[in-house]
């Protein structure tokens, strides 16, 4: 059982940056993909990026490329979403995901655990 903690949610206009945190519980973090999606107003949930076991991969959607970075820290138990010249679209409910899968399974949305989600709101 793996547990997913967010943070670093909040509000900011655009242009500006936010870093999203995500704590995950249990000794196999390294064993799991990470990586996040969000869910907008009205909208269904849409893959964010993801980062693979070792860090020596990642992949983004293209709506976020070039302005958003995973990260992780396999040591600390935490992956990151640093969002950069962030824009009102970028608006949603962000969550944190862990697979036992593949990249390409979790682009999809085959994850096994899901954090609660944080706010993110960017302001025109």
């Known amino acids: 059982q793996v547990q997913l903690v967010e943070s670093g949610g909040g509000l900011v206009q655009a242009g500006g940056s936010l870093r999203l945190s995500c704590a995950a519980s249990g000794r196999t973090f390294s064993s799991y993909v990470m990586g996040w999606f969000r869910q907008a107003p009205g909208k269904e949930r849409e893959f964010v990026g993801a980062v693979s076991r070792s860090s020596d991969s990642t992949y983004y959607a293209d709506a976020v490329k070039g302005r958003f970075t995973i990260s992780r820290d396999n040591a600390k138990n935490l992956v990151y979403l640093q969002m950069n010249s962030l824009k009102p679209e970028d608006t949603a409910v962000y969550y944190c995901?862990?697979?036992?899968?593949?990249?390409?399974?979790?682009?999809?949305?085959?994850?096994?655990?899901w954090g609660q989600g944080t706010q993110v709101t960017v302001s025109s």
């Open positions: 995901a862990a697979s036992s899968g593949w990249l390409i399974t979790f682009t999809r949305g085959e994850v096994d655990y």
